[in-house]
């Protein structure tokens, strides 16, 4: 899902641009740092849902404690969607595998051409405003078309890309100076391979139901309506197609099939995370303000967090700054970082960065967050987490942490 420079693969939240620890400015003393959570903490906990699904929730009791507000509603339509797998500059090209044989249709004069078992290039001529499909098992050509250019599987099978196998068809597409390939699929079908790339096959089957609903709102709710309706990686959410189906995921799909959180008549923005410490964030301090984006606090009826009972490696971390880590901000070596002001979930809000040739001001979770860097933290289960940004804003710096 749409989280800034944030990869949610699995469960856990991955930063990307990760770097190994700096060497420390001579003299500087390295500022400790600790938290809890790994998100932005606005919407569902996955950690905090397993946590409830193994405390006996059901999946529509998960969603509308992480969504308050919202009511679920099974929709009558599967609508289609188109999942944008790639583009690539002119002169670039796709190899589209057809195990089982597939039809080439001519979008441009609506004509079809019947495909072999094979691999097939799609290449675009600029020059001649041609697409161009050659049969790479026998390499022989198969055409050259005005195009655009769609490949639909034989007997309801699959076609491949990447080394990956998807549901639905494939469109071959130009705009501007790219080539564009889109998958184009059902709804469900999209959410099938959504799920196992954003939680654990493994999960309690509450949790995965919880998380189809909120991938199926959340993809709902941000459709783009223009050459193609999601990203298929972190922009939107992580898409794995057919490869990544699972027979657990498979199942939450299918036992929540067209159902949405709905609010005011319409699908959510149903946001969700890894961990969110025992506290989720209200919206307002995040994306803006949403009235069924509040924070919630995440615990049961004895205080324990949820997550805590899913075994979440997240319920406290701790490390130290990487005083060279963060020089965008001007500042020289970080030597301490004082938080000026929180959110009622705990998150700061705003600090004061303090370094050997100025201070700076962050303000926001995402710039607190991306701003500055750890030489890596041990979460509470005692497991290393790599050097990189901050995991969670809900962190303290300094005494606070213990020095």
Not at 61 to 79: C, M, N, T, V
Not at 224 to 252: I, K, L, P
Not at 366 to 371: E, G, L, P, V
Request: hydrophobic share 35%; charged share 15%; with cysteine.
């Amino acid at each position: 899902m749409r989280r800034v420079l944030v990869v949610l693969v699995a469960g856990l939240l991955v930063v990307a641009g990760f770097s190994s620890a700096a060497p420390q400015a001579e003299g500087a003393s390295a500022v400790k740092v600790c938290g809890s959570g790994n998100g932005h903490g606005v919407g569902l906990s996955q950690y905090g849902a397993y946590g409830r699904a193994e405390a006996g929730q059901g999946y529509a009791q998960i969603l509308k404690a992480y969504y308050p507000g919202a009511h679920l509603e099974r929709f009558a339509a599967d609508p289609f969607v188109r999942v944008l797998l790639g583009t690539t500059s002119f002169g670039g090209k796709y190899d589209v595998a057809a195990s089982s044989g597939a039809y080439l249709k001519n979008l441009a004069t609506g004509g079809v051409v019947s495909l072999n078992p094979g691999t097939y290039r799609v290449k675009y001529l600029p020059s001649q405003k041609l697409y161009r499909i050659t049969n790479l098992t026998s390499g022989r050509q198969v055409g050259s078309y005005t195009g655009p250019v769609v490949f639909k599987p034989v007997s309801g099978g699959l076609l491949g890309y990447g080394g990956k196998s998807y549901r639905g068809t494939l469109l071959a597409k130009t705009s501007g100076t790219e080539l564009y390939l889109i998958n184009r699929l059902r709804m469900e079908d999209y959410i099938r391979g959504v799920v196992p790339e954003e939680m654990p096959y493994s999960w309690a089957p509450a949790a995965l139901e919880s998380q189809a609903v909120a991938a199926r709102s959340f993809a709902w709710s941000v459709k783009r309506g223009g050459m193609f309706d999601f990203y298929g990686d972190y922009r939107d959410q992580v898409y794995g197609g057919a490869s990544s189906e699972t027979a657990t995921t498979n199942r939450a799909v299918a036992a929540t099939a067209r159902v949405y959180a709905v609010y005011g008549g319409s699908p959510i923005e149903a946001f969700f995370y890894s961990s969110d410490g025992g506290y989720t964030e209200d919206s307002s301090y995040v994306f803006g303000p949403s009235p069924y984006l509040k924070a919630i606090r995440d615990v049961d009826s004895q205080g324990r967090p949820y997550e805590a009972l899913a075994g979440s490696p997240w319920t406290h971390w701790s490390g130290t700054l990487d005083p060279n880590g963060s020089p965008q901000l001007g500042v020289g070596a970080i030597t301490g970082v004082r938080v000026l002001s929180r959110s009622p979930s705990g998150r700061a809000t705003k600090v004061e960065v303090i370094g050997s040739q100025g201070k700076k001001i962050l303000s926001g979770e995402y710039s607190i967050r991306f701003n500055l860097k750890t030489t890596g933290l041990v979460r509470a289960d005692g497991s290393g987490y790599p050097a990189g940004y901050l995991p969670s804003a809900r962190v303290s710096f300094g005494a606070s942490c213990g020095g």
